[in-house]
């Protein structure tokens, strides 16, 4: 399995033709985040959540049924649907 983060869409579909023994994942971030002058990051407000999981309804054991897990305060979510949310 190979989940990208990486912002736009058109990677998805070249490393699924490089790696087509691999599924890969997508996903959505809801952060609300900005870098100050100083190159630090400043959480703007509560949103911390990562959902991820197979794409265009592909089964993925791994992604069922909708796992949560907390890391260093980010939401994770692993989707069974990730193109239904």
């Known amino acids: 399995m190979i989940l990208p983060v990486l912002n736009g869409l058109a990677h998805l579909d070249q490393l699924s033709s490089r790696f087509p023994e691999n599924p890969v994942w997508g996903g959505l971030a809801h952060l609300g985040v900005t870098m100050d002058d ?6 703007l407000n509560d949103l911390s959540i990562i959902q991820f999981g197979p794409r265009a309804g592909a089964a993925d ?15 994770l979510l692993a989707l069974q649907d990730v193109p239904g949310r």
């Open 38 to 43: 100083n190159g630090t990051i400043r959480h």
């Open 61 to 75: 054991k791994r992604a069922a049924p909708d796992r949560k897990a907390l890391v260093d305060g980010l939401n």
